[in-house]
Nanobody, 124 residues
Framework: QVQLVESGGGLVQAGGSLRLSCATSGRTFRTLNMGWFRQAPGKEREFVAVIGWNSGSTYYTDSVQGRFTVSRDNAKNAVYLQMNSLKPEDTAVYYC?????????????????WGQGTQVTVSS
C-alpha cells in the first residue's frame, strides 16, 4: 500500500510560482511512475505531468509545458511539481498519484494510488 500526502498549495497572483510536494510512504515508491493531476470546479480531473520511476522521463500536458517541472527524490520518497508563470486557468485542486502501469498512463483509472489534493488558486 502507498499513501500520498500533498502540500504546498495556496493563493498566488498570476505570474507567480508555487512548489507542490507529495510525500509518500510504502516500500514500492521507487518502482512507481508518479503523476500530477488537477481538477477545477465543474470539470473532469485532468492529467498534468508524470515522471518515471528512475526520473529518466517526464511528460506534460500541453497547457503547462515550459511552465511546470516535475521531479522526484527517491531517497526522500517525495515528488514535486514546480509551477511557474501561473495563470488563473491553473486554479484547481492538484492531486499526486502513483501508477504501477506505464509512464504513458494519462487517465484517472490508470493510477492506483491518490493523495487527498491541495488547492491552488491563481488570482488575476
Amino acid at each position: 500500500q502507498v499513501q500520498l500526502v500533498e502540500s504546498g498549495g495556496g493563493l498566488v497572483q498570476a505570474g507567480g510560482s508555487l512548489r507542490l510536494s507529495c510525500a509518500t510512504s510504502g516500500r514500492t515508491f521507487r518502482t512507481l511512475n508518479m503523476g500530477w493531476f488537477r481538477q477545477a470546479p465543474g470539470k473532469e480531473r485532468e492529467f498534468v505531468a508524470v515522471i518515471g520511476w528512475n526520473s529518466g522521463s517526464t511528460y506534460y500536458t500541453d497547457s503547462v509545458q515550459g511552465r511546470f517541472t516535475v521531479s522526484r527524490d527517491n531517497a526522500k520518497n517525495a515528488v514535486y511539481l514546480q509551477m511557474n508563470s501561473l495563470k488563473p486557468e491553473d486554479t484547481a485542486v492538484y492531486y499526486c498519484a502513483a501508477t504501477r502501469g506505464s509512464i504513458y498512463s494519462r487517465t484517472r483509472g490508470e493510477y492506483d494510488y491518490w493523495g487527498q489534493g491541495t488547492q491552488v488558486t491563481v488570482s488575476s
